[in-house]
């Protein structure tokens, strides 16, 4: 067992994003790349000799090489153990629950998480904390700043680990265990909710649903909750073998990406329920029969009935959204008496506030949600909580929905991606929101007057840091709000967010299509931002 130490140079390039680092997989297959980041991430940490690292990723192309290089290096660095997930494969909220179950150091995770996979495709890594969730901004800068300076890495000249078979193996002084972290994934979500209601629902004869795993990492964990543990029939999950390139699609559960699901819900004789899930299974979308329901009307909706749920049966202590996503929940925090706390895109921001005790429930509008159970969103926990709550209402999901409006209003919401748009020209764009937003106040378009204009800016409540340049926002007097922001989560050039957001309080206007709804937003959007003139695009490349 020979422990080696290479000399490299530093890449320029590697700087986390929103979740860690992400290229393409060609970028992480040249020589030297993935290990000059592993190793930065060790240099960054303290403390870990003799410990336990969890490591794992969505089963995308490049993962299994990937963990068997990071395997030596943490040998070679001094870790006691690692759990490894079976086949090399953990969903990121499973890997969150695991950190947290065993009380572990902290793990690694090897997902794109909706980007593409395959050779020509995308691959990412990211550290996660001993909480279970995102290394937080000083974790992430440290280890950009060890990327920039790194001259070597150590690594263990051995043979390749069976990720295939559970068990352990020695690899130097350090034991990797394979484990199935399928079961423990599944024994928590049964802890909070309620199973024999659920499986009463969905084995009743007349309740039919669709779970959509993309081809990606929740396959095995659907099968063994729906099919095995809620005795949904066969063929209840759909694309649930995990492939490295998910089938050739874009694990993006969107109405877009996820088409297969949404003409099944969309056509004729559709079933009462569907959902979808990500590549690394952290991202949900929630359907019904012939209905959509918005990721941040799902979020104001599991808080408004989470005492219907037996894991938040006793209330919750507060809930928490990214800034873009819509002010629905802040409605039923304020019924609940409730803080309700807006925080940047990124879920490593809701930590803190779990951490805390300060927030129970969590959402961003890119179609994640998740609670205190993990540090981490997780797609298929808000999909047994709405089938929880399905079977405790006895009612449609559109009802559910609608009667939700006709209690705190409506807000009409909707993003608008600009993807692959060129660097230049998105950041030019970025750059004069954020020197006109300031002065718009009192400015006049067409019927809407702006109230505020900035550059959101972020206290953390629990440790004053401080997080900058989080989106421009301009809110209009009658409280809607157009947000422009610029995405962390791709690999080539920029993707260009933009969220419009208007309030319906009433029923008789909560009807209509949320493009027609936001309509005049549309249009003044591209008026402040001079979007197609800037990004050269016609129209969005996805709107959800």
């Not at 986390?16 to 393409?24: A, C, D, E, Q, V």
């Not at 790194?150 to 990797?176: F, H, Q, R």
């Not at 809701?350 to 961003?364: I, K, M, P």
């Amino acid at each position: 067992m020979v422990s080696k130490t290479i000399h490299t140079q530093p890449f320029t390039d590697q700087k986390p994003g929103t979740s860690g680092l992400r290229k393409k997989v060609s970028v992480f297959q040249q020589p030297h790349y993935l290990e000059n980041f592993v190793q930065s991430i060790f240099d960054s940490l303290q403390g870990y000799q003799g410990q336990t690292l969890v490591l794992g990723g969505d089963g995308r192309y490049y993962n299994r090489q990937a963990i068997q290089t990071i395997l030596k290096m943490a040998a070679a660095n001094g870790f006691g153990q690692v759990l490894v997930g079976n086949g090399g494969i953990l969903s990121t909220p499973a890997t969150s629950a695991i950190i947290r179950k065993y009380a572990t150091f902290g793990g690694i995770i090897l997902s794109a998480s909706h980007n593409p996979g395959g050779p020509e495709g995308d691959f990412g890594i990211k550290y996660n904390i001993s909480n279970g969730g995102p290394a937080p901004e000083k974790v992430t800068e440290a280890i950009y700043a060890r990327s920039k300076e790194i001259d070597s890495y150590k690594i263990l000249d051995v043979p390749d680990v069976n990720l295939d078979t559970l068990g352990e193996v020695k690899i130097g002084d350090m034991a990797v265990k394979v484990i199935d972290a399928v079961t423990d994934y599944a024994e928590l979500m049964q802890s909070l909710f309620d199973f024999d209601r659920i499986r009463e629902l969905v084995t009743n004869g007349q309740f039919r649903m669709c779970i959509d795993s993309m081809h990606a990492v929740t396959g095995p964990y659907a099968h063994k909750i729906f099919e095995e543990r809620l005795g949904a029939a066969q063929g209840t999950v759909m694309n649930g073998t995990p492939l490295e390139d998910f089938g050739g699609g874009h694990p993006d559960p969107n109405l877009v990406y996820a088409h297969d699901l949404v003409d099944i819900l969309f056509g004729e004789n559709a079933p009462d329920f569907g959902a979808a899930s990500d590549g690394d299974g952290d991202r949900n979308m929630i359907l019904g029969r012939q209905f959509f329901v918005t990721p941040s009307d799902s979020l104001a909706i599991l808080a408004a009935n989470a005492k219907l749920v037996p894991g938040y049966s006793s209330g919750l202590a507060g809930i928490a959204r990214s800034m873009p996503t819509s002010q629905a929940a802040d409605r039923v925090a304020k019924q609940l008496g409730i803080e309700c706390y807006e925080t940047p895109t990124g879920w490593k921001f809701f930590g803190n506030l779990l951490d805390a005790g300060r927030a129970t429930l969590c959402g961003e509008e890119s179609f994640g949600t998740g609670s205190n159970h993990i540090r981490e969103k997780d797609g298929l926990w808000a999909v047994l909580f709405w089938l929880n709550i399905l079977a405790v209402r006895q009612q449609s999901v559109e009802e559910i929905v609608t009667e939700h409006w006709q209690t705190y209003g409506r807000n009409y919401y909707s993003r608008h991606d600009y993807e692959e748009v060129d660097s230049d020209r998105a950041n030019t764009l970025i750059t004069s929101l954020r020197a006109i937003a300031p002065n718009l106040k009192g400015k006049r378009y067409g019927s809407y007057e702006v109230e505020y204009g900035d550059d959101f800016s972020y206290t953390d409540p629990v440790d004053n840091s401080v997080s900058q340049k989080q989106g421009v926002r301009i809110g209009f007097t009658d409280g809607s709000r157009i947000v422009f922001r610029l995405s962390g989560t791709g690999t080539q050039g920029a993707t260009l967010r933009v969220y419009l957001e208007s309030y319906e309080p009433d029923p008789a206007k909560q009807n209509l299509d949320p493009q027609q709804a936001l309509s005049n937003l549309i249009t003044i959007a591209d008026e402040i931002a001079q979007i197609h003139a800037l990004t050269g695009m016609d129209k969005p490349t996805v709107i959800t």
